[in-house]
Structures are given as C-alpha cells and as structure tokens.
C-alpha cells in the first residue's frame, strides 16, 4: 500500500511538473498501473500530410508505452484510395539516421472508394527520443507515397510535449 502512494505522489508531482514545462500533459495522456508495470497512453492526435504525400487525410495516430519495456508503439490510421501492403515504415529527418520499423497492420477497413489502414510500428525508446531531440522536424513514411511531419512553426511545441512524456515514463521505471 505503501509504495501505491508513494508512486501515486511521484507521478502527481510529475504532472505538475511538466504542466507548467510544457503545458497541460495530463489531458493528453492516460495512464494505468499494471502487474507488469504502468501503461502510459497518449491520446489520438494529428500530424499533418507531407506535402509531397499521397494520403487522402491527415494522419491520426497514438502512442501506447509500458514503462518497464524500452520500446513503445505508434499506431496510426492512415486513408488511402487503394488496398495497400505495409512492411516496412522509416522515420527521417535531417542530421539523423532514419529509423526503420516493421508495420503490423491492426485492420484494413474498405470505406467506399478509399481504405482505412489501422497500422501499428513498434520504436525503441531511446530513438524516440532522439527523434524528438532533433532540431528538425521528422517525416514518417509508411512506403506508397504515404508521408506525414509536422511544421517547422509547430515542431517546439510537439518536442515539448514528447519530451514530457519522457520525463514523466522515466520517472516511473
């Protein structure tokens, strides 16, 4: 019982931290003790096509990490106008190696002329962060002309967002 409300008031005041570093963390990220472990979640957001890319929409994705793991996992729904095949997806940007992961496809939902892909890459950790320590803002491509980054004009605001997400699943590993 003990160490509950000692993890309860480190994450508390983790929260507090960070809100007044970055903005309000806690709307925008669900967590839940587990026997394994605390499942952090960060709710669906968008990032923006690129604008060389072939996607219908913007991109909505998420990020589900355990905090006793060194990996998490983005999953993304992705519009498309044709029944595609992902293998492997690449997240690049400038001054950086790419970052290469496998894409496991969750489901494939037709909608009338266009496709729903729900695809899942699994990223350790430590290139995460390096992706968000980057001056420059990163594309992420899923193969098919697929691409999506943010603005240069909004990348500060995102790093400062991830960069608390760390702060807060470091604190509790």
Same mark, same amino acid.
């Given at each position: 019982?003990?160490?509950?409300?000692?993890? &309860? *008031?480190?994450?508390?005041?983790?929260?507090? %931290?960070?809100?007044?570093?970055?903005?309000?963390?806690?709307?925008?990220?669900?967590?839940?003790?587990? +026997?394994?472990? &605390?499942?952090?979640?960060?709710? /669906?957001?968008?990032?923006?096509?690129?604008?060389?890319?072939?996607? *219908?929409?913007?991109?909505?994705?998420?990020?589900?990490?355990?905090?006793?793991?060194?990996?998490?996992?983005?999953?993304? &729904?992705?519009?498309?106008?044709?029944? *595609?095949?992902?293998?492997?997806?690449?997240?690049?940007?400038?001054?950086? +190696? /790419?970052?290469?992961?496998?894409?496991?496809?969750?489901?494939?939902?037709?909608?009338?002329?266009?496709?729903?892909?729900?695809?899942?890459?699994?990223?350790?950790?430590?290139?995460?962060?390096?992706?968000?320590?980057?001056?420059?803002?990163? %594309?992420?491509?899923?193969?098919?002309? *697929?691409? !999506?980054?943010?603005?240069?004009?909004?990348?500060?605001?995102?790093?400062?967002?991830?960069?608390? !997400?760390? %702060?807060? %699943?470091?604190?509790?590993?």
């Amino acid at each position: 019982m003990r160490q509950w409300r000692i993890f &309860t *008031l480190l994450v508390m005041l983790m929260t507090t %931290i960070t809100c007044v570093a970055g903005g309000n963390i806690s709307k925008k990220v669900k967590y839940m003790r587990g +026997e394994n472990g &605390t499942v952090y979640f960060v709710t /669906p957001m968008k990032m923006p096509k690129a604008s060389d890319s072939k996607a *219908l929409k913007n991109l909505i994705y998420d990020i589900t990490c355990l905090n006793s793991e060194d990996s998490l996992n983005l999953t993304a &729904t992705v519009i498309s106008k044709d029944h *595609l095949t992902f293998t492997e997806g690449s997240i690049t940007a400038d001054g950086m +190696e /790419p970052v290469k992961s496998k894409i496991e496809i969750v489901y494939l939902d037709p909608l009338g002329n266009k496709y729903e892909n729900r695809l899942r890459m699994r990223i350790s950790r430590a290139d995460f962060k390096k992706i968000y320590h980057n001056a420059a803002p990163f %594309i992420l491509d899923f193969g098919h002309g *697929l691409r !999506f980054g943010f603005k240069q004009k909004t990348w500060p605001k995102e790093t400062r967002f991830m960069n608390d !997400f760390f %702060i807060m %699943i470091d604190a509790t590993t």
